[in-house]
């Protein structure tokens, strides 16, 4: 079984955007254990297409499309491949209800006249619910004999007969939040099931603190395995290792992966963090309920991205009660008590000043622990002393406060350099709490 | 004249990372005038290379490539254009030469011997120099017909001729560093002379507090214009509409670009707030500037994401000096003065309360505009009267304090519901700061 990639939408033949989409679904295909040989981009332009369709139909099973379903005039997706099969979409009035219905929660007196047509599509097409918007995208097993003929009966000048009765086509909406919870809601279950019902079991493992090909080689010989397979995805401050195996009995397909896992550890362990879907804040906030702890942050280069990451986890009102953003000498002074002669005797970007930072808040909050960041997240505000990209941070517990400083290569943008310095940090204080009873 | 752009490579149809190559190049191609109409992705396989070069060479005249050009056995982008086109790569010694003293001048003792295939290509291929690494890519105008006749005398089995005198075929490796000074060094001056010099001017327009679809039908019409083209991006709680105009005169190109907009925003204007890359933070730290206002932010229900957004923005120190995140009530009160009593009679979700906090932080930032959110950002918390997605927002400017209310969706998630009443609160903030002298 092998599936294809069509992402359309003229944005993306423009430049206008990165197609994370099609990342999105190449990684969800691999995971599940279908082939995917061929990704395609072409604009929202019915002749183009039916021709990028025409190509995928005869190459592949499951042809997989985002974007193109929204309102307006230039959403061209469903209309396209509907006319491709010669089918006119029909209106499904309990979807049309629905949507009326969306738009009258969200406040507004009326659904615009040119949503009507989201609630249109090929009448033995099934829906893919969307919950985060209008646009719905279907699931379309046109390789069914009835609609293969009907389709060459019709339309002249097709050179190719289609004759695959596993051929279907699931459509999503461009927009990656809608697309994703789609997904997994109903696409991934539905494509499980066809795929032929080999079981695939698969761990991300996830790590920070280090690089990905200094990490790739410690592990080296795994990524030559078959089954499981291993296969290393980085990103920014953050590498993960995908470990995935495929088996009639998912039990044995679990048991070899979390082998692999182990072995994996083994090696890599200080710089591993969680799994799969687990983020380094959310791990935070599980430990610091399991250790019945609170925290206090205060922050200056960062501009509050840690506290709000830190509470992006539902709950986490738990263990954070006030979280401060110093940006002024004036505020660290006032607020976290930091005597004016450190700050101009050593500067904000200073040990000594993350050291008293971490302890103020601690005080100020009345938090088990106070965690400081300062730091020059650039482009400019660098110096030779201390140049863009240097961040020091610092942990207050009990009686006593530890510093530490990260030099963040000059090259990585203001916002770059920001997500970093919350990565390390996160990861300082999962290490730290830890090791607390 | 049309370019596609072809990315080889399987870690891209394995999602192990994000193609922001095809954007590169898709951006890049715009800004020159060359249409693109179609991007594919395939694995490094000739046979399945070989396919995708076949389709493309019918259907444009500048295929660009990346990816594929490393030394080892599974790189074989050139190999495989060679063969499609059965020439026989030949040795560059010169080229063979500069890569073993790029070995050398990094430590090396040798070059390893895969790296040999590097110094290959078609005889009468002009290389694309690689500062940055060993990977040169090729400018290959494949559409003279003495190779078309080769190749057609000698392989079998091709369906179509290629009479295209303008074909030319680019090369890249997959690295993004080293891919973008190869571009504009070599290849950009040389499209730009080979593509006729159309001229293109594009701006994109910024909405926010409308959804794409009533947006959209406020200008219908706009979107069947040819030149200058209209085109509508919907985000989250953010509408773009491009406008695009392309004309032998640059001039002209953006005077009817200007035009078009001029007559979009006349009936849009409420709901506008910038252009092409601005953000709300951006404009709202400008107006910050040029009104020579302080800010100071009391977030709850956000725990910091309005902070992070306005700090993501270089320069911001100059109008932030303190932010705070009061999660908790015990928080409210002491630092922001918010009564106990009030926070027990109305609830720390409230427009009494959200009054108090930005008098609070206005008050103790000693800064010209405080400015609060409080809310209930789910996934749990809501109730009844106080569902989630509710969220109240006030301002504190002089002597006045105003309240506003705002009811997302309770379909939302916890991080849009966030996201949303940042958006909500920076433009707010922007309409407020407008209309002050």
Redesign the interface.
């Known amino acids: 079984m092998k599936a294809e990639i069509i992402c359309i939408g003229?944005?993306?033949?423009?430049?206008?955007?990165?197609?994370?989409n099609?990342?999105?679904?190449?990684?969800?295909?691999?995971e599940l254990g279908i082939d995917?040989?061929?990704?395609?981009?072409?604009?929202d332009?019915e002749k183009?297409i039916h021709?990028?369709l025409e190509?995928a139909l005869k190459r592949s099973d499951i042809i997989i499309t985002s974007g193109g379903l929204?309102?307006?005039?230039?959403d061209l997706t469903h209309e396209s491949i509907a006319s491709y099969f010669n089918v006119k979409p029909t209106l499904d009035k309990k979807v049309l209800s629905e949507i009326e219905k969306?738009f009258s929660?969200?406040?507004?007196k009326k659904m615009?006249?040119?949503?009507k047509k989201q609630a249109y599509k090929p009448i033995d097409a099934k829906w893919i619910p969307n919950?985060?918007g209008t646009a719905r995208g279907i699931i379309w097993d046109v390789g069914r004999e009835s609609l293969i003929v009907n389709r060459i009966s019709i339309r002249e000048g097709i050179r190719s007969t289609i004759h695959n009765p596993q051929l279907t086509i699931l459509t999503f909406p461009g927009?990656p939040?809608e697309l994703y919870s789609m997904w997994n809601e109903t696409a991934k279950p539905y494509l499980k099931k066809i795929s032929g019902g080999n079981s695939i079991f698969s761990r991300t493992l996830k790590f920070t603190g280090i690089g990905e090909s200094a990490l790739a080689e410690m592990i080296e010989p795994v990524f030559d395995l078959k089954n499981p397979t291993v296969?290393?995805?980085?990103g920014l401050g953050e590498v993960k290792i995908r470990v995935t195996s495929k088996s009639k009995n998912l039990a044995k397909a679990k048991k070899d992966v979390l082998k692999t896992c182990k072995s994996i550890l083994l090696k890599t362990k200080d710089y591993y963090f969680g799994d799969d879907e687990e983020s380094l804040e959310e791990i935070v906030g599980k430990l610091l309920i399991a250790k019945k702890k609170s925290i206090a942050?205060a922050?200056s280069c960062?501009?509050?991205?840690?506290?709000?990451r830190?509470?992006?986890v539902?709950?986490?009102?738990k263990y954070?009660?006030?979280?401060?953003?110093?940006?002024?000498n004036?505020?660290k002074n006032k607020?976290l008590n930091v005597p004016d002669e450190i700050l101009k005797e050593h500067g904000s970007v200073s040990p000594q000043v993350a050291f008293l930072m971490a302890k103020g808040i601690k005080d100020l909050?009345s938090a088990d622990m106070g965690f400081s960041i300062t730091g020059v997240?650039?482009?400019?505000g660098g110096s030779k002393e201390k140049p863009v990209g240097l961040v020091y941070f610092a942990i207050a517990y009990g009686n006593k406060v530890k510093v530490e400083k990260k030099q963040f290569s000059y090259k990585y943008s203001?916002?770059d350099i920001?997500w970093l310095a919350t990565q390390f940090a996160l990861n300082w204080i999962r290490e730290s709490l830890m090791v607390i009873r």
Do not use: C, W
């Open positions: 003229t944005e993306l033949l423009m430049g206008q955007i990165v197609n994370t099609a990342q999105f679904f190449a990684s969800e295909l691999h995917s040989y061929f990704q395609t981009t072409v604009g332009n183009r021709e990028v190509l929204g309102p307006t005039s230039d969306k929660s969200r406040g507004y615009p006249a040119m949503n919950e985060n927009v939040s296969a290393p995805y980085a942050l922050e960062t501009g509050g991205f840690l506290s709000k830190l509470t992006d539902a709950g986490s009102s954070i009660k006030l979280n401060l953003v110093t940006y002024a004036e505020a607020m909050a997240a650039g482009p400019s203001r916002a920001r």
